[in-house]
């Protein structure tokens, strides 16, 4: 089984740290109300300028926490630590405080950049030794209170494979939601009931042609999070009756990635990582050769993206981070713990 060891994890960081304050090349979620709001990202966002995205940025960082914690004595560990310390300060949390107060700002990274935020506050609040957690929990609340707004909203759950999907979001909500919200944490768990607590016998037709991630075993996987340990059984035994099998064949079979500098095409490399992530953790709840071919699926998804975390900016700017979330997994870790 492939595991984060120190060497992995010190590629993760390399990777991340030349990526979070990179600020260019950037692709903003920006709406212009007129010529004065034409800014640069740094203006804009001042902690979350880097990596291509808002998003990228935010997970981004949350890759660099994650492995300070869990790897301490890394090199790169303090060079982390110094970032952190620069770039989380209370003006810079009050910069990003005040986009969100713009007009026609209620969409903003909805809902894949507020997921993130809360992953990375919750991870900012493992760091004992620094004051990140209360740096960071102005903006964690911020999102969260979005999110409990869309979820009162939201008629029907997104199942894209890209950053609309709601599933995905509510998995990685959910854990934060658990510590520092727990009327949240019900809320999830009572949509993600209502939304795909009555699903059977997934088709699965995927992959998309720029998903990066399976809207078919993320959902498994929220149902996994959100519900009473005796009843997902059940409720994945309908959903795929059979897994054992390995049907949907298509689910097990990891996507062939064309042209890794093409930015939407690449997305294919991290639905590799994703289901890997997702097909570890749902293993956990299988037996027998159920678990086994689970597993297996989950190597060979590994098998055939890790070889690409970087190279190209179009993959580099991001997939390191859903490639530490499949090895957490296969450690026993959720999506923000080890």
């Known amino acids: 089984m492939t595991d984060l060891d120190v060497s992995t994890a010190q590629r993760f960081a390399r990777i991340a740290l030349g990526h979070v304050r990179r600020e260019y090349p950037h692709k903003l979620d920006h709406v212009l109300m007129d010529d004065a709001d034409t800014l640069p990202p740094r203006v804009l966002h001042p902690i979350f300028f880097g990596s291509f995205d808002w998003h990228s940025c935010v997970h981004g960082w949350w890759a660099l926490l ?9 090199p790169e560990a303090t060079q982390i630590a110094a970032l952190a310390d620069d770039s989380f300060p209370p003006d810079r949390v ?5 986009y969100l107060a713009r007009d026609l700002s209620g969409g ?3 809902p894949y950049g507020w997921a993130w935020l809360l992953a990375l506050h919750q991870e900012a609040s493992r760091a004992s030794d620094r004051g990140w957690r209360a740096a960071l929990e102005p903006l964690a609340r ?3 209170d979005r999110l409990r ?3 009162a909203i939201l008629t029907y759950p997104i199942r894209t494979g890209t950053h609309f999907n709601t599933a995905f979001a509510l998995i990685q909500s959910h854990e934060w939601a658990g510590e520092f919200d727990p009327p949240l944490a019900l809320a999830i768990e009572e ?7 009555a699903d059977r016998d997934c088709q699965a037709w995927e992959p ?5 991630l399976s809207p078919a075993l993320v959902e498994a996987l929220c149902m996994m999070r959100t519900s009473q340990p005796d009843d997902f059984p059940r409720w994945l035994a309908d959903f795929l009756p059979r897994l054992g099998a390995s049907v949907p064949e298509t689910l097990f079979q990891p996507a062939t990635v064309s042209d890794r500098s093409d930015g939407k095409i690449a997305h294919l490399d991290g639905l590799n990582l994703s289901r890997a992530w997702c097909w570890r953790h749902l293993a956990r709840a299988l037996d027998g050769q159920e678990r086994a071919r689970a597993l297996a699926a989950a190597e060979a998804h590994l098998d055939a993206a890790m070889p690409h975390l970087s190279g190209d900016y179009a993959g580099e700017h991001w997939l390191a981070t859903f490639a530490l979330l499949a090895l957490l997994a296969g450690q026993g870790g959720q999506a923000g713990a080890a």
């Not at 998309?208 to 990066?212: A, I, L, S, V, W």
């Open 66 to 74: 994650t492995i300070r914690r869990l790897f301490p004595d890394l």
């Open 94 to 98: 009050a910069g990003e405080l005040a």
């Open 108 to 110: 903003f990274e909805r």
């Open 142 to 144: 911020a999102f969260a």
């Open 149 to 151: 707004e869309y979820l």
């Open 191 to 197: 949509r993600a009931s209502a939304w795909f607590g």
């Open 208 to 212: 998309g042609g720029d998903d990066f």
